[in-house]
């Protein structure tokens, strides 16, 4: 799992693959701090529980994270970072899918995420990530308009809906459904779902 450390703010290139010992401990604190999340809620985690979870003492996940803000700004970081798409060459409709599938393939590989991927809602009360939080929404955004507008002049894709509102009707489905997979404990197979989820899409939105 590609690790995120943070100290600016911004949403950084991907890191290396090999991992420092200290890039190993800050990733141990992260999973830490996710499963908490996941279990307790995020007004439940503590650099304390944290640090236990990560089998460290309190002290040693200090001189990794400056505190609980930063620990949420770095897992913010890492679920973006999780979910970028490589540069295939897809455009248009099928850029499209490859951004939706790779979340979907993503929380598959990683259960735990299902319930807090989307769900911003968990991160907007915390100050540190407010900012961060609506940097990601606005590249996912970015990053779907460029495919809105290639399938618009391909003629995949009706040219009558502005990109907010295409972002809106294409992107909250998966999200949904993600939710609810994890929710219920993966009690349906999430890539069929979604895939029906994506032709339809696919269909109900085709030009005219």
């Known amino acids: 799992m590609p690790t995120i450390i943070c100290k600016t703010g ?18 141990a604190i992260l999973d830490s701090a996710l499963r908490i999340i996941c279990s307790e809620g995020i007004q439940n985690l503590t650099t304390r529980k944290a640090a236990e979870g990560a089998g460290i003492t309190e002290g040693a996940l200090y001189r990794h994270f400056s505190g609980k803000g930063e620990m949420l700004r770095c897992l913010v970081e890492r679920l973006a970072e999780g979910s970028r798409i490589e540069k295939d060459g897809s455009t248009g409709w099928a850029g499209i899918e490859a951004f939706l599938r790779v979340r979907v393939k993503r929380v598959i590989r990683e259960p735990e995420l299902a319930k807090i991927l989307f769900s911003e ?32 002049k391909a ?13 809106r009707l294409i992107f909250g489905p998966i999200r949904l459904v993600i939710q609810q997979w994890g929710l219920t404990e993966g009690s349906f197979p999430l890539e069929e779902e979604a895939d029906r989820i994506i032709q339809t899409l696919k269909s109900i939105l085709k030009s005219p």
């Open 121 to 152: 809602f968990m991160f907007t009360n915390e100050p540190a990530c407010e900012d961060l939080m609506f940097q990601l929404m606005h590249r996912n955004l970015e990053e779907l308009s460029v495919y809105f507008e290639q399938a618009q």
């Open 10 to 27: 911004k949403i950084p290139p991907k890191p290396p693959q090999k991992l420092t010992r200290g890039a190993q401990r800050r990733e």
């Open 155 to 167: 003629g995949e894709l009706r040219d009558d809906i502005p990109p907010k509102t295409l972002f």
